[in-house]
């Protein structure tokens, strides 16, 4: 069964930093792009980031570009979000899932919340 | 980037109902277009890809078509555990781009 598990979330402070995880298993994590989306609370659900297989690609949404950095271990089965210069308006639940074919996601995990208040 | 516009924002309708939902991008995307259901405190769940195509283990009662810039989505027979919200998504470029969701309410 496919898994991906979140963690790391948690309340900082405006300008703070945070490092999401996601933790993979039941699949070939290193035969799949691993995106992160987030949902600000009662809102629709907003692309982060993507990251292909071998790290050989990555992409950023231009509302995180230069604070957010994705990243992965494949040896680890593991993805990783750094949040820096975090900013109220990065509220919200982030999910990490994995793309299927092209770039649309067929597994999601249960989602890890990020809260930035001072 | 790409704006998805969702309509209508809130739908209600009955068990059993035909139920429509529509999605609509600001530029060609071909058919590189997915939906998903997503329940309150849930993941997103992928139903619908490339425009038409039916995600393993959906039930068949849900349908997706269009190209270009409108697409629908259709519930042929409502059922209780399809009150949701639902969204569409662009895969055509980046930025990836989802619609501002639909919620399927009781009615």
């Known amino acids: 069964e496919v898994q991906l598990v979140e963690s790391g979330g948690g309340l900082v402070k405006p300008g703070g930093s945070l490092r999401l995880s996601c933790a993979a298993s039941?699949?070939?994590?290193?035969?799949?792009?691993i995106n992160w989306v987030r949902q600000a609370p009662g809102r629709g659900l907003e692309w982060v980031s993507s990251?292909?297989?071998?790290?050989?690609?990555?992409y950023y949404a231009d509302s995180v570009r230069g604070r957010f950095t994705i990243s992965r271990d494949n040896a680890k089965n593991s993805l990783y979000l750094q949040m820096d210069s975090l900013r109220a308006e990065d509220t919200g639940v982030y999910y990490c899932?994995?793309?299927?074919?092209?770039?649309?996601?067929?597994?999601w995990g249960q989602g890890t919340l990020v809260a930035v208040s001072s | 980037d790409i704006q998805m516009t969702q309509s209508p924002s809130t739908l209600s309708a009955s068990v059993g109902d035909r139920v429509t939902m529509t999605c609509r991008a600001r530029?060609?995307?071909?058919?590189?277009l997915a939906w998903y259901q997503q329940k309150p405190g849930q993941a997103p769940k992928l139903i619908i890809h490339?425009?038409?195509s039916l995600q393993s283990g959906v039930p068949s009662r849900f349908s997706g078509s269009g190209s270009g810039t409108e697409f629908t989505l259709t519930i042929s027979s409502l059922q209780p555990e399809d009150f949701a919200t639902y969204y569409c998504?662009?895969?055509?470029?980046?930025?990836?781009?989802f619609g501002g969701g639909t919620k399927v309410a009781i009615k």
């Open positions: 899932a994995r793309e299927a074919a092209a770039y649309y996601f067929d597994h």
């Open positions: 998504q662009q895969y055509n470029s980046f930025p990836l781009t």
């Open positions: 990251i292909s297989s071998s790290s050989s690609y990555i």
């Open positions: 039941g699949f070939s994590f290193s035969s799949y792009s």
């Open positions: 530029q060609s995307i071909s058919t590189w």
């Open positions: 490339k425009a038409s």
